[in-house]
């Protein structure tokens, strides 16, 4: 069975941090790009990073840029998502899925994983 499998997530207080994680099975990440997408409620999906099949180009939204890193680790199957100076804001459901590029992201989604930040 091919599945995406999300952990690290939980409750945070703001400015601290969290390292999110997306391992797959029944199949190999190696040639697949990773997207990370988030949900708060009442709000759509949005996509907040990917990360290219060899890990070469990286791509963020503006809200996560320049505090929140995408990485990748093929030799364990599974792509990080970390999570520094988190904000009230990014207290959502976050999912990962896998494309053959950051353009074609949504052949496989995991079942999201909560992120909460407050005090």
């Known amino acids: 069975q091919l599945q995406l499998v999300e952990s690290g997530g939980g409750l945070v207080q703001p400015g601290g941090s969290l390292r999110l994680s997306c391992a797959a099975s029944?199949?190999?990440?190696?040639?697949?790009?990773i997207g990370w997408f988030r949900q708060a409620p009442g709000k759509e999906r949005q996509e907040i990073s990917c990360?290219?099949?060899?890990?070469?180009?990286?791509n963020y939204a503006d809200s996560v840029k320049g505090r929140f890193t995408i990485s990748r680790d093929n030799a364990k199957n599974t792509v990080y998502l970390q999570m520094n100076s988190l904000k009230s804001e990014d207290t959502a459901i976050y999912y990962c899925?896998?494309?053959?590029?950051?353009?074609?992201?949504?052949?496989?989604w995991g079942q999201g994983i909560q992120v909460t930040v407050s005090s």
């Open positions: 029944g199949f190999s990440l190696d040639y697949y790009a």
């Open positions: 990360i290219s099949g060899n890990g070469g180009s990286r």
């Open positions: 899925t896998a494309g053959r590029s950051c353009q074609r992201l949504g052949g496989y």
